[in-house]
């Protein structure tokens, strides 16, 4: 290959990776290549073996072999050779989850290299489609190595992720806990009272929260009684378990329309509300009702609702409590619309946040 060229590759595959739609494509998850070195061999021994079967093998084996490969260096410490098969996979088309192993790769290269703030966007990028071990470890690093507090759920993970940690980074910090941390603030109506179904498998841990998001229901509902709205709760828990597929009712608090404020999802375990990583440390409160009309769904969605006085004065208190018990400052208090392309929660609360928060994003 003519020198220039070589030269030019990164700044292709680069391009290559800048011009892919935003929306990853996912293609079949890549098969296993034909074959595995001996288990004899060490890291360097496989390495060898995986460059002498390169040129015989197809496009999705090569991409395969060569994310192997850039995870073999990563344990060798060669971090420039590492970096540069984990850009050729990117620049393959391969499955969301190795495109995730590849961008942690590329995160773990540049902290071997002590280059924390390169290493960061990509191990953020890697998050949302890692398995749950690697996830725990690249939040620990992704803290630890910014030199936050890393949370004491997290310290599990410190073991092995401090091998990627640059030799000269001080001593981690881990948080203390909140004064409870299965109860930060007094709720009116417990998972319990409102006969929740059992949480399913798929959570993630909650790192210590450090935002808070505000939503509806976007569902009509006008019920009063406890008992109204411990139905509602098991409608909303069974459209988030059953139709999305998610562990559990998305929010961590709920405020039905007499202000009463109720658990949602336990605050020990990351939300599902504002989409991938804008989860991580998040805390989801959510007003009941619907209160943006949906005309093009059936017609009791039409007419927007508007929150009650009692819900609007719980909201304020619980999100005050919640700001207390984590030190989470008032410009960490968001709306959904700020994350995601939606109209939740309406604009009677967009307009709430805006004012409580200070922030004016749109
Ligand atoms: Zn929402």
């Given at each position: 290959m003519p020198h220039r060229l070589v030269q030019l590759l990164p700044i292709l595959l680069l391009l290559v990776a800048c011009a892919a739609p935003v929306q990853r494509q996912v293609t079949r998850g890549?098969?296993?290549?034909?074959?595995?070195?001996?288990?004899?061999?060490?890291?360097?021994?496989?390495?060898?073996?995986?460059?002498?079967?390169?040129?015989?093998?197809?496009?999705?084996?090569?991409?395969?072999?060569?994310?192997?490969m850039g995870?073999?260096?990563?344990?060798?410490?060669?971090?420039?050779?590492?970096?540069?098969?984990?850009?050729?996979?990117?620049?393959?088309?391969?499955?969301?989850?190795?495109?995730?192993?590849?961008?942690?790769?590329i995160g773990l290269s540049y902290l071997l290299d002590d280059r924390v703030g390169l290493a960061v966007p990509h191990l953020e990028k890697a998050l949302g489609d890692l398995d749950m071990r690697a996830q725990g470890e690249v939040r620990y690093l992704i803290a630890a190595s910014q030199g936050r507090t890393v949370s004491a759920d997290l310290l599990a993970y410190a073991p092995q992720a401090d091998n990627w940690?640059?030799?000269?980074?001080?001593?981690?910090?881990?948080?203390?806990?909140?004064?409870?941390?299965?109860?930060?603030?007094?709720?009116?109506?417990?998972?319990?009272?409102?006969?929740?179904a059992p949480m399913k498998s798929n959570w993630d841990p909650m790192v210590t929260?450090?935002?808070?998001?505000?939503?509806?229901?976007?569902?009509?509902?006008?019920?009063?009684?406890?008992?109204?709205?411990?139905?509602?709760?098991?409608?909303?828990?069974?459209?988030?378990?059953?139709?999305?597929?998610?562990?559990?009712?998305?929010?961590?608090?709920?405020?039905?329309?007499?202000?009463?404020?109720?658990?949602?999802?336990?605050?020990?375990?990351?939300?599902?509300?504002?989409?991938?990583?804008?989860?991580?440390?998040?805390?989801?409160?959510?007003?009941?009702g619907n209160f943006v009309g949906q005309p093009e769904r059936s017609a009791e969605y039409h007419v927007a609702q508007a929150p009650?006085?009692?819900?609007m004065a719980t909201l304020e208190r619980a999100v005050e409590e919640l700001r207390e018990s984590y030190d989470i400052p008032r410009k960490h208090v968001y709306h959904h619309s700020k994350f995601t392309g939606t109209l939740c929660p309406g604009p009677a609360l967009i307009s709430w946040v805006r004012n409580y928060s200070g922030n004016r994003w749109h």
């Open positions: 890549l098969e296993p290549p034909v074959a595995s070195p001996p288990a004899s061999l060490d890291a360097a021994g496989r390495l060898d073996w995986w460059q002498n079967q390169l040129s015989g093998l197809g496009p999705a084996d090569h991409a395969e072999a060569r994310l192997l995870e073999l260096h990563l344990e060798l410490r060669e971090s420039t050779e590492a970096r540069q098969a984990f850009y050729e996979v990117l620049g393959a088309k391969v499955s969301a989850s190795e495109m995730a192993r590849a961008e942690r790769g940690l640059p030799s000269n980074h001080g001593q981690v910090q881990v948080a203390s806990a909140p004064k409870d941390s299965n109860a930060p603030i007094q709720v009116d109506m417990t998972r319990a009272e409102w006969r929740a929260p450090y935002r808070i998001t505000v939503h509806h229901t976007a569902e009509p509902f006008e019920g009063s009684s406890r008992a109204q709205t411990a139905s509602q709760m098991q409608f909303i828990q069974r459209l988030h378990q059953n139709d999305k597929g998610w562990a559990d009712v998305g929010y961590h608090y709920l405020i039905d329309r007499e202000g009463r404020l109720i658990e949602g999802r336990p605050i020990d375990r990351q939300g599902a509300h504002a989409t991938g990583t804008n989860n991580i440390g998040n805390i989801g409160i959510c007003v009941i009650t006085q009692k819900q």
